[in-house]
T-cell receptor, first 110, second 113 residues
Framework: NAGVTQTPKFQVLKTGQSMTLQCAQD?????MSWYRQDPGMGLRLIHY???????DQGEVPNGYNVSRSTTEDFPLRLLSAAPSQTSVYFC?????????FGQGTRLTVV | AQSVTQPDIHITVSEGASLELRCNYS??????LFWYVQSPGQGLQLLLK??????LVQGIKGFEAEFKRSQSSFNLRKPSVHWSDAAEYFC???????????FGKGTTLSVSS
């Protein structure tokens, strides 16, 4: 049982480039979410989804786009990367009582 | 607005000493409460959770937490800290009707020998 799988683990982007962070879960959870972690800021919610075809914004959604075409996958898109998006990104998949986190993607925008 | 506060940014404890990490929440109704631990360069691991019932919750690795409604607190404790407990600890909350976890900013625990 793989749980929540994030790819890639590390990425360096140039300012203005686009990329997609992948997140997949095999637990058949309806709820999935993306967080970013910055020093001293904890984890802040970017976007979340309560099921296929349904997404909504979290606390810090600007500069990010999501879609949810299947229950398993919840990709996070950066359309035009900025240095302020340098961070560690975590995807989570939740049932009613517990959230399961991926191992994170460390993104650097230069 | 819903929020979770961890008042201590960094705590240093001697190995073998007891530990208490503080967490306060601000929600309209009692939320579900969680403690996570993150070792350097790693993901988040759930230590324990509280939904209802007994206010003293036992978790993994010898940790426990006590829910106090009157103080809106959910403090994490361990009677004897080991060097391997050095990590960052996050308190989180979720409303019973909601789905999004709100995290505190974390407390970094250092263990001295």
């Amino acid at each position: 049982n793989a749980g929540v799988t994030q790819t890639p683990k590390f990425q360096v982007l140039k300012t203005g480039q686009s990329m997609t962070l992948q997140c997949a879960q095999d637990m058949n959870h309806e709820y999935m979410s993306w967080y970013r972690q910055d020093p001293g800021m904890g984890l802040r919610l970017i976007h979340y989804s309560v099921g296929a075809g349904i997404t909504d914004q979290g606390e810090v959604p600007n500069g990010y786009n999501v879609s949810r075409s299947t229950t398993e996958d919840f990709p996070l898109r950066l359309l035009s990367a900025a240095p302020s998006q340098t961070s560690v990104y975590f995807c989570a998949s939740s049932e009613n009582t517990e959230a399961f986190f991926g191992q994170g993607t460390r993104l650097t925008v230069v | 607005a819903q929020s979770v506060t961890q008042p201590d940014i960094h705590i240093t404890v001697s190995e073998g000493a007891s530990l208490e990490l503080r967490c306060n929440y601000s929600y309209g109704a009692t939320p579900y409460l969680f403690w996570y631990v993150q070792s350097p360069g790693q993901g988040l691991q759930l230590l324990l959770k509280y939904f209802s019932g007994d206010t003293l919750v036992q978790g993994i690795k010898g940790f426990e937490a006590e829910f106090k409604r009157s103080q809106s607190s959910f403090n994490l404790r361990k009677p004897s800290v080991h060097w391997s407990d050095a990590a960052e600890y996050f308190c989180a909350a979720r409303s019973q009707a909601g789905t999004a976890l709100i995290f505190g900013k974390g407390t970094t625990l250092s263990v001295s020998s």
